[in-house]
């Protein structure tokens, strides 16, 4: 079956702390995605990862890609209140669709 | 460049009706695939269409289509609405290298 899981599903983080996010996966993969939701709101997309090794940084984000461990992470820097957020990894298996993780609700304590 | 387009944004229904939802992708974008995010199933798959052809189905019931058109908008149908179909049905298309999907807004339908 294909599957993609992220822990935590919720985390609270105070203000200028790190902090990581994982995703893990089933099966052989080498492209996934990484969405922000915003309350109400639909998903933006944040980062591409399309090999064995990526690392994308944005700001205060940085995701990464470990193939063989089927494993990828959105890592946060400093954390402020402005990414406060739910935060979705999402695998394309090659079957013409994205498999979503369950997402991460995180929300950041001035 | 202008994202992907939803109509309508709100929908409120009752159960047994129909209800056909829209979508225009980002110019130059030929795939279209169309998700239903509820609280508890989150984000699951519907269909995926690539220069009018479905490539790929979820396992949603019968009730649920969808077609594309040759300009690449796309629309999904859902029929004989049920309470459990109210969610938000989001579309992305995508296309280019990195084959990112990206999201339209949204139609929220509530199902009375």
């Known amino acids: 079956e294909l599957k993609v899981e992220q822990n935590p599903l919720f985390l609270s983080m105070q203000e200028g702390k790190n902090y990581t996010i994982y995703c893990n996966y089933s099966?052989?993969?080498?492209?996934l995605y990484w969405y922000r939701q915003d309350p109400g709101k639909s998903l933006e997309s944040l980062f591409v990862l399309l090999s064995n090794g990526a690392v994308k940084q944005e700001g205060r984000l940085m995701a990464s890609l470990d193939t063989k461990a089927r494993l990828s992470t959105l890592h946060i820097t400093a954390a402020v209140h402005d990414l406060s957020a739910t935060y979705f990894c999402?695998?394309?298996?090659?079957?013409?669709?994205?498999?979503f993780g369950t997402g991460t609700r995180l929300t950041i304590i001035p | 460049k202008a994202g992907v387009t939803q109509t309508p944004r709100y929908l409120i229904k009752t159960r047994g009706q129909q209800v056909t939802l829209s979508c225009s992708p980002i110019s130059g974008h030929r795939s279209v695939s169309w998700y239903q995010q509820t609280p508890g199933q989150g984000l699951q798959f519907l269909f995926e269409?690539?220069?009018?052809?479905?490539?790929n189905k979820g396992n949603f019931p019968g009730r649920f289509s969808g077609r594309q058109f040759s300009n690449s908008r796309s629309e999904m149908n859902v029929s004989t609405l049920e309470l459990g179909d109210s969610a938000l049905y989001l579309c992305a298309s995508s296309g280019g290298l990195t084959d990112t999907q990206y999201f339209g807004p949204g139609t929220r339908l509530t199902v009375l």
């Open positions: 269409y690539f220069s009018e052809t479905q490539r």
């Open positions: 999402a695998v394309d298996f090659g079957n013409e669709k994205l498999t």
């Open positions: 099966t052989t993969s080498d492209r």
